[in-house]
């Protein structure tokens, strides 16, 4: 494996991050806070408790969720598209570099960045309510399984999108709403029996679901199937990453 | 003692060029039809620096494009270093420095760090040394704290070359290397190339600049309409396709050449008082005694005498008119 090259792809994106801090940590660490304060506070005030759970701590894991999918999918999708759009992608097309690596320096640096905003949301949220973690080696396995599989899923939109405002309709159309109705900031048992069951096709329930267990033992569905939809999901994603190396689409004529 | 050095260096590669890049029937077609190549075979020797002339859309990047990774084939095969550029593209790539044509520097980096990115792509160990010798080469150093938007369009071609020289690259492709550029750097750059050839690297690169093929080439290639017209070493091609001209400042004016002298390839210009003569320097006999014996039975005197050989560009003309 050409370790260095990996090495430096990583430490390339990573540079980006470092020198936008405001743009890559401090922007979402403010969004989080606001939603802590909106739903926390204003609807906390109104639900007590959740399965045992006071609503402002139920909802930590759900946020921290929100901004690891999201910020997966975007920092992946700019990482791989920037190069794209300016033309610099020759670079990593002429290394002999094979695929797998020039994925693992992208979707790492981008994935890095996800966990790296999780934990701070995490120290952040202990600020505001009382925070235990149950089982903190499946909560770190959930968030390194999320951060990486999402961050996958944006590479794979970095190289599909051709303009800036398809690199932004995902994340805006599909990601956002589907962690939204996918019990960031409730239980699927709150909802009528209906719903239940349209809820069970987001997979994004799934990974909630499996993290919000990893705090406090209270789960939407079993953890392993959490487990098995997140890995899955990465499959899936690797495939199609596979694939897009192998026909060379959108990155060579 | 450097010169030697350097001079013992050119002559093993001259013993020993062997072939470094085979190009067997290779096409491209894009899209549905349009032809960019249609099955190139082509050659490149072990050090050597070979110019690929043709007009805009001749195919010349898409050629590059294939051997660097950046294009895939239609069809026919392509090898660096014995190693198919798909099949072992791992091996193939590894000797390979590329600079594109077009200006695709990144942006807020500074010149340091996209230069040893560029040495890390490669897998190769940092090398502060290897990376100040090449920045000062291209004149880079006092800049390499600086990013890249602050630089000019002719630092940022220089950024280019230093990227793929920062991996110690066997074979470097230049795409238009100085296209925009002013004529001083232009002449730095070639510099940079020939000091690169001196020290064993392969060179191939694309130019529409004639002068650029003329003063740089071992041996030069003309495509057009995604065919190879001709490869042939530059200074054969000058002697096979190229007509010399024989100029004669005349002591008073003619107003016709007279018929004693006149021959094929002999014209009357400047008013009458040059008298110049087209030969061919491959023909067994130029005709040039013939035609100063003539004169001097006509007591036509001469003040001065020069001769000059068609440059590059009129053989690429040439060539690219008689194929239209």
Known sequence: MNLRAVKAIYMFEMMRTW??????????????????????????????????VSYGTFIVPGLIMLSVLNQSVSNASFGIYFPRFIGTIYEVLTAPISFYEITLGYVGAAATKSIILGLIILATAGLFVPLEIAHPWWMALFLVLTAFSFSLFGFIIGIWADNWEKLQIVPMLLITPLAFLGGSFYSVSMLPPAWQTVTMFNPIVYLISGFRWSFFEIS???VELSLTMVGLFMLLCLVAVWWIFKTGYRLRD | MQISNVAVVREEHNISMSVVIEINDLTKVYGDNLEALKGINLEIRRGEIFALLGPNGAGKTTLIGIICGIVNPSSGSARVNGFDVQKDYLKSRAVIGYVPQELTTETFESVMDTVKYSRGLFGKKPDAAHIEKVLRALSLWDRKDSSIMSLSGGMKRRVLIAKALSHEPEILFLDEPTAGVDVELRKEMWGVVRNLRDNGVTIFLTTHYIEEAE???????????GQLVLVEDKDSLMRKLGSKQLTLDLHKSLKSIPKTVARKGLTLTNNGTQLVYSYDTKAERTGITALLNALSKAKIKFRDLSTSQSSLEDIFISLVEKKK
């Open chain 1, 220 to 222: 939407d569905v079993p």
């Open chain 2, 215 to 225: 003063q740089m080439a071992d041996r030069v290639g003309v495509i057009d309409q």
């Open chain 1, 19 to 52: 020198r936008t801090l405001a743009q890559s940590i401090v922007a979402p660490v403010i969004s989080t806070i606001l939603y802590f304060i909106v739903f926390g506070a204003a609807i906390g005030s109104r639900i007590t408790e959740v399965e045992g």
